[in-house]
């Protein structure tokens, strides 16, 4: 696609409950990174995708967060038995790092923002 | 550790001046350096992005420049607009062009009328 893609846009859950978030990449990209950005804070790096590469998960706040990313394209973020503190927006990049337009640029998403009651 | 620092953590001028954003980093072996713009409840937009190999990119009324052997970037905003009022982020990616991005903190700019 042109842009990357993130949905939910919005996703209100209850205490307790899984959720997936989905992104869609820009075609052709072969890094893939999910954020988290809570009120009024930073960017918190969760995990990143590079090709057939191991993901790196150094990032994932705990065993309730995991991704996967299928096929080398879309990715799915997953979080088992949601806790309040889990609120916030969750953005997802992609860039292209081979060849001669890797330059490494990151590409965001427009987020997918967990409100969990 | 790298650790990315962005002062002020905000800013407010009026329609017209001139501006510099800083983005300071305590490791210098960094493989690129990217300015995002953030707008409430939306995602990042790249503005420019410098390679380590680099010394400024331009675009538009934008200039952003790195001096690596000191750990400092500038983002140069000229003849800001209202429109330009958002938060910009500055983020370093480590020394090969896989990883992550570390990001700073943020300076929210507000341009007035």
């Known amino acids: 696609g042109a842009g990357v893609s993130q949905s939910p846009s919005n996703k209100v859950t209850e205490k307790g409950k899984d959720v997936e978030l989905r992104c869609d990449p820009i075609s052709g990209h072969t890094a893939l990174y999910w954020y988290r950005q809570s009120l009024g804070q930073g960017l918190e790096f969760l995990i990143y995708?590079?090709?057939?590469?191991?993901?790196?998960k150094s990032g994932l706040p705990s065993d309730r967060f995991s991704a996967e990313r299928t096929g080398g394209s879309v990715s799915t973020l997953t979080i088992q038995r949601t806790q309040q503190e889990d609120s916030a927006v969750y953005l997802c990049?992609?860039?292209?790092?081979?060849?001669?337009?890797?330059?490494?640029?990151?590409?965001f998403g427009e987020g997918s923002r967990l409100t969990v009651l | 550790k790298q650790e990315v620092t962005q002062i002020p953590a905000a800013l407010s001028v009026p329609e017209g001046e001139n501006l510099v954003l800083n983005c300071s980093f305590t490791d210098s072996a960094i493989y690129n350096l990217q300015w995002f713009r953030q707008d409430p409840g939306k995602g990042l937009t790249s503005l420019l992005l410098i390679q380590s190999s680099q010394r400024e990119q331009t675009s538009g009324r934008l200039n952003a420049s790195l001096d690596k052997s000191s750990g400092r970037s500038t983002l140069y905003i000229a003849a800001s607009q209202p429109g330009d009022s958002a938060t910009y982020l500055c983020?370093?990616?480590?020394?090969?062009?896989?990883?992550?991005?570390?990001f700073g903190q943020g300076t929210t700019l507000q341009v007035k009328p």
């Open positions: 995708f590079q090709g057939n590469s191991a993901p790196d």
């Open positions: 990049a992609s860039s292209s790092t081979t060849g001669r337009l890797g330059t490494g640029e990151l590409f």
């Open positions: 983020a370093v990616k480590g020394s090969s062009n896989t990883g992550k991005l570390i």
